[in-house]
């Protein structure tokens, strides 16, 4: 799992990228190779548009999606076969400046099999395909339900999704003797009965779409009192639905507070669920902080020490962390300098640096890389387990703000 979970990482970082940039024209070109698809057709395919963008009438958009295409086809050489999975290949002119040519590419296999064959040539790359694969298909429903009020909501991933508030016009218990009383009862009875009803409508018309797609995994049910053993005993819920239900847990609060009481209460049966176990891992590098166990550390410095030494056992890195490595040499003197920055910080830097601050030449080469992708490289290697923590739990929040997103358990102490 937790390779799939640096892949999926690594993945979501390379569609982000593609997504920033725009060419300026039609000269950006995408193309989706499925699993198993005859790499040769493709090929073809490639030679037939190179012959038909010749035609294309103004000079520079023809000399870049020409370009492009040459790099797609040099790339696809290297290849006897799809590999496994498929191939998405990105390429063309990302330059930001006019005139200036900088054709790049990008070459993915991507974690899951590529269903669709796809060839475009654009303003911007065709990434929805691989932005279907990071979207987290699995999910969990939720229902907390109370006489006067109801909550659904849905768990996908390590996201608590509202998705209704309900409340009832059920009157409050009477005092009142005598036949009156008997009346009140059966009014309040009905108007429980039409409230338990719109509930299960409700429900139905969020999870029963996603039981047809194969997402729904399970319903979890909770609430005060026994009124959520009520609405499941006496079959409020659409009966494909009722299959789904895996858990009913005793919470104390509604809305959506009463879904993540709901969440945490429910951790035995979400055991294996993704929210738990993260606020798990979490909740134990803080034990770890607290005790002072030697047994964690965090920083960047620190991690890639701990990982030189192979002493790293888990690599936690948050999925906010978006620091670059920079290395910069002088071809002159043989000035070197390496730093870690944001991307905002790279930038500034790349243009104060005309000049090598030890000879002055202006024969300077500066290379980039990004720091977590390396440092997840560093653990694959060492046989460490890599684990990316989101942004959308508490947990995962403060692990980013106040450890800056990187930090790991260790196998020994490091003296």
């Known amino acids: 799992m937790s390779h799939k979970s640096a892949e999926m990482y690594e993945l979501k970082k390379k569609v982000e990228e593609l997504k920033g940039y725009r060419g300026r024209a039609t000269e950006l070109v995408s193309l989706y190779i499925p699993d198993g698809y005859d790499i040769n057709k493709v090929m073809q395919q490639l030679r037939e548009e190179y012959g ?58 991507p974690p899951e099999p590529l269903r669709v064959r796809l060839y475009r040539c654009d303003q911007t790359f065709i990434t929805e395909p691989l932005e279907e694969m ?12 109370e006489k006067n009020e109801a909550t659904i909501g849905l768990l996908r991933g390590k996201r608590i999704e509202l998705i209704d508030d309900l409340t009832s016009n059920v009157p409050g218990k009477t005092r009142a003797g005598g036949q009156s009383a008997r009346r009140y009862e059966r009014i309040r009875e009905q108007e429980t ?12 018309n969020a999870f029963l779409p996603l039981l047809e797609k194969g997402e729904l995994k399970g319903i979890i049910i909770g609430g005060p009192g026994p009124t959520k053993e009520d609405f499941i005993e006496k079959e409020y819920l659409h009966h494909e639905l009722r299959k789904k239900i895996i858990g009913v847990v005793d919470i104390s609060y509604s809305g959506e ?20 176990k993260e606020r798990h891992l979490i909740q134990g590098f803080f034990r770890h902080l607290v005790k002072d166990t030697g047994m964690i550390t ?46 905002p910080e790279f930038h500034v830097y790349r243009k104060q640096l005309t000049h ?30 890599v684990e990316i923590i989101s942004l959308d739990t508490e947990e995962g929040q403060q692990f980013y703000k106040a450890f800056g997103g990187i930090a790991a358990f260790l196998r020994y102490k490091i003296l």
């Open 52 to 109: 038909t963008a010749q035609n294309i009438k103004s000079k520079s958009t023809r000399k870049n999606v020409l370009g492009a295409l040459e790099r797609a086809m040099q790339h696809l050489k290297l290849y006897r076969q799809t590999p496994k999975n498929g191939l998405a290949l990105f390429t063309g002119n990302v330059s930001e400046q006019e005139g200036v040519s900088d054709i790049r590419l990008w070459a993915i296999v």
């Open 134 to 145: 990071l979207r987290v298909k699995d999910a969990y429903g939720l229902i907390t339900v």
């Open 193 to 204: 009965h039409e409230f338990m009803k719109r509930i299960a409508d409700h429900a139905a």
């Open 257 to 276: 507070y009463g879904l993540k009481e709901l969440v945490e209460k429910a951790s035995d049966i979400l055991s294996e669920h993704e929210a738990i």
């Open 356 to 385: 090598c601050p030890k000879c002055g030449s202006q024969n300077v080469a500066v290379e980039k890389w990004d720091v977590a992708e390396e440092l997840i490289k560093m653990a694959e290697d060492s046989g460490a387990d």
């Open 298 to 343: 965090y920083g960047e410095n620190e991690v890639r020490k701990a990982l030189e030494l192979g002493a790293v056992d888990k690599l936690l890195i948050s999925e906010g962390y978006d620091k670059v490595r920079v290395k910069a040499k002088c071809n002159n003197c043989g000035w070197e300098e390496l730093k870690t920055m944001n991307e």
